[in-house]
């Protein structure tokens, strides 16, 4: 018999908000401009400014560790100081240490850049960086954050094979909301996601 924390069943699994409908994402999809990336140059996170408050004390990072975590604690300072999360990515859960679960951007902020955003105001930038109302900000173990790292589907999916659908779905959404660019390598890889996975 095993004693301890036993997973939530996958009910409790917790996805961020307003992932679109398999027909919705093939549409904007469709929608969406093919071209190569930009450049790098130029680039640097600080042009993103991230987990500003959005919800007063909250920011955006304890707003979505509260959003899709379970029994979640909060200092006065809105702090998560207990809970459980789910990483999605590679189907693990973090329980009780806050600081062990990452907040990923589904679109990473350089590859945001290389598709359109380098050309935005730094207003439009942080809202990007810190969207809580799309599926933009995905609890993550920081081992899957960090593998995953700036790569487009393409190049990087979840070792957990049943996102994949949900995955593909809110990458498109982001890059539509925000009218990113996509590669015809990357276009391809959430095209044959959509068709086996959803």
Request: hydrophobic share 35%; net charge negative; charged share 20%.
């Amino acid at each position: 018999m095993l004693l301890g924390w036993s997973a939530p069943a996958a009910a409790d699994h917790t996805l961020p908000p307003n992932i679109p409908g398999d027909s919705a994402a093939q549409s904007q999809l469709d929608s969406l401009t093919v071209a190569p990336k930009g450049p790098q140059s130029g680039y640097d996170r600080s042009l993103f400014p991230h987990w500003y408050v959005v919800d007063s004390p909250c920011t955006a990072r304890q707003v979505v560790l509260q959003r899709d975590g379970h029994g979640v604690v909060t200092d006065s300072g809105c702090q998560p100081t207990a809970g459980s999360w789910w990483s999605a990515f590679d189907d693990e859960w973090v329980y009780d240490v806050p600081g062990d679960i990452s907040v990923d951007h589904m679109v990473p902020l350089s590859e945001a850049w290389k598709t359109g955003a380098a050309d935005w105001s730094t207003s439009r930038r942080a809202d990007f960086a810190n969207d809580v109302t799309s599926s933009q900000l995905w609890p993550a173990t920081p081992s899957s954050n960090s593998t995953k790292g700036d790569r487009d589907p393409s190049e990087w999916m979840p070792t957990n094979t049943a996102v994949h659908c949900d995955y593909a779905k809110s990458w498109i959404n982001v890059k539509y909301v925000y009218d990113l660019t996509v590669t015809s390598s990357e276009e391809s890889t959430l095209q044959s996601t959509l068709d086996t996975a959803c």
